[in-house]
């Protein structure tokens, strides 16, 4: 079955950088467009960014876009996001999903992907 694990979630300073990972299994992770989410407390999970499975077309939401980079390994089966300039409207928990399209749904919060990791928190604060 579909398993993904991130992680790299950690308290940051306003204006620094992490860089999160999703390790993926269960399935031919080159096949799949892959995407990252958030969820800050009492707000509804939002798409950040997704990249296709074969030509690594990458999609960014509006409030990340110059910001965050998605990158993947299929050597590796993981999924990377660079995140640079954070600032504390970036704190939330941040999950990565599988079995969706790339460029998204923009009209579902889900941007229609149906597989979940259980998430890493990133916390941006002074």
């Known amino acids: 079955q579909v398993q993904l694990v991130e992680s790299g979630g950690d308290l940051a300073q306003p204006g620094g950088s992490l860089t999160l990972s999703c390790a993926a299994s269960?399935?031919?992770?080159?096949?799949?467009?892959m995407g990252w989410f958030r969820q800050a407390p009492g707000k509804e999970r939002e798409g950040v960014s997704c990249?296709?499975?074969?030509?690594?077309?990458?999609y960014y939401s509006d409030s990340v876009k110059g910001r965050f980079t998605i990158s993947r390994d299929n050597a590796k089966d993981t999924l990377y996001l660079q995140m640079n300039n954070l600032n504390p409207d970036d704190t939330a928990v941040y999950f990565c999903?599988?079995?969706?399209?790339?460029?998204?749904?923009?009209?579902?919060?889900?941007w229609g992907f149906g597989s979940w990791g259980q998430g890493t928190q990133v916390t941006v604060s002074s």
């Open positions: 999903a599988t079995e969706g399209p790339c460029p998204p749904v923009r009209t579902v919060p889900t």
């Open positions: 269960g399935f031919i992770f080159d096949h799949y467009p």
């Open positions: 990249i296709s499975a074969y030509d690594g077309t990458t």
